[in-house]
């Protein structure tokens, strides 16, 4: 083996056939060809394994590694990967490596601009734009295309910080310094070793990211990703792990350190990055709720454990579209076909009084007895996380938002909500009315 530009890795299971191929073809066939191919089978049957045993007897610049069973690559299969990754990218002394899902491709200059562009900036990390594709690969479905930037490190602001974010996510679509592996190894196993299984790459990007002092990205797309129907990601198949909960934690916590390495951290950055646990934890429920496998009650159960996340609460308490999704989700909860038993949602969702959500309702009650409508929105976010589906809150809720005349999709949600839940409640009932006929007045 001589010294390499270049190292990329893949990860096989069971690929088809056309996409894998598609993959191997797309770095074997860079402008650039110093380079080799680590490539990990990770338990694949039948012609899969094949396919790879083909690729590697005819390339000398492919090393094939397999594992006999399957482990979904777990933590610690994750980290004993990468510690491979590691001892190959020394003995090959190769400058850089990048990363290749097995479905995936690199347009045929990848290595030859990105190289090009990491050795003229003596970047430790170039970040590319990818292209997103059907399962044919035929339909471009967006592109998702990173800033023009050179930076050092803590030289990146709150704004850039959010426009990179995105390409932060990912392993895919970067050259990377070989030499933060050599540097930083142990604490990038240790970070990929995390028990993170939905957001794994991310976790170990936003710790490289705290760690390099130059940084590229490339407004140019050199990155196919396919868009898979029935990927892990995509598809709702299965029980969802309560870990889903806690990961989307890790991450965001993960995000604020890397932000603050970049001194960036700032009400911006924080802003932005409670709007990124939003969508993680919308699209979260949203799996939940669209998940054929899992029973009704396991559900409720399920949304309980979201809302009792601390991140999440916290984040409740100074977020109205956090409210907003609550409701959301709640009535598409409550109203499947066929409903859910109502009294065993109320027994999980609706919890008793505490002395603190006590003190909170009275002082809502207070503060709408004195139009403070925006102090009593915020202590109202807060009474939403933890209990719901409480009634007198409910009937708070409406004349808030029945006083100050707006907040009219959020109005929405919590009346048909109240309807559902407590029908005879005569004063909830006169509230609803007159907020649908001011609603209709005001358009």
């Not at 933590?75 to 990754?85: G, K, M, Q, R, S």
């Not at 990363?99 to 900036?121: G, H, N, R």
Request: aromatic share 10%.
């Amino acid at each position: 083996m001589h010294q390499a530009k270049a190292v990329f890795m893949m990860v096989v299971y069971d690929t088809p056939e056309s996409w894998l191929r598609q993959a191997i073809e797309s770095v074997l066939q860079q402008t650039c060809p110093d380079l080799y191919l680590l490539i990990q089978d990770n338990g694949s049957t039948g012609r899969t394994a094949e396919i790879l045993r083909e690729y590697a007897g005819r390339d000398t610049r492919i090393v094939l590694f397999r594992n006999e069973v399957n482990n979904a690559m777990t933590p610690e299969e994750n980290a004993a990967w990468w510690n491979l990754v590691c001892r190959y990218t020394l003995e090959l002394e190769s400058e850089y490596f990048a990363v290749l899902d097995s479905d995936d491709s690199y347009a045929p200059d990848f290595l030859e601009v990105m190289y090009q562009i990491a050795t003229e900036k003596q970047a430790d990390l170039v970040v590319c734009g990818t292209t997103m594709v059907d399962e044919s690969g035929e339909k471009t479905l967006r592109e998702r295309l990173p800033p023009a930037l050179a930076l050092e490190r803590r030289e990146m602001s709150a704004s850039q910080f959010a426009q990179e974010y995105g390409s932060f996510r990912s392993v895919w679509g970067k050259l990377f310094r070989a030499s933060l592996l050599w540097e930083y190894g142990n604490g990038f196993v240790q970070a990929a070793s995390q028990q993170v299984r939905n957001g794994a790459d991310t976790f170990c990007i936003l710790y490289l990211m705290r760690k390099i002092t130059r940084f590229v990205s490339v407004p140019k797309s050199l990155h196919t990703y396919r868009i898979r129907n029935a990927s892990v990601y995509q598809g709702t198949q299965g029980e969802l792990s309560p870990n889903r909960v806690r990961e989307g934690e890790q991450l965001f916590l993960a995000a604020c350190q890397t932000a603050k390495s970049y001194t960036c951290l700032n009400w911006e950055a924080m802003h932005f990055l409670y709007d990124v646990y939003h969508y993680h934890i919308h699209d979260l429920l949203a799996s939940l709720l669209d998940n054929p496998s899992m029973s009704p009650e396991s559900k409720v159960s399920y949304f309980r454990t979201v809302l009792d996340a601390p991140l999440f609460a916290q984040i409740g308490e100074t977020s109205n579209r956090m409210v907003w999704l609550v409701d959301q989700m709640l009535l598409r909860l409550l109203t499947p076909a066929p409903p859910l038993p109502l009294e065993y949602c109320c027994s999980l969702l609706h919890r008793k009084d505490s002395a603190k959500q006590d003190i909170g309702k009275r002082q809502l009650l207070e503060l709408l007895d004195r139009d403070a409508w925006e102090q009593a929105r915020r202590v109202e976010a807060v009474l939403v996380v933890q209990c719901p589906l409480d009634e007198e809150l409910l009937y708070l809720r409406l004349r808030r938002m029945a006083g100050c005349g707006e907040d009219w999709e959020n109005a929405r949600y919590a009346a048909q909500i109240a309807q559902l839940l407590y029908p005879k409640n005569r004063a909830i009932a006169k509230l609803i009315e007159g907020l649908e006929n001011r609603c209709e007045r005001e358009g």
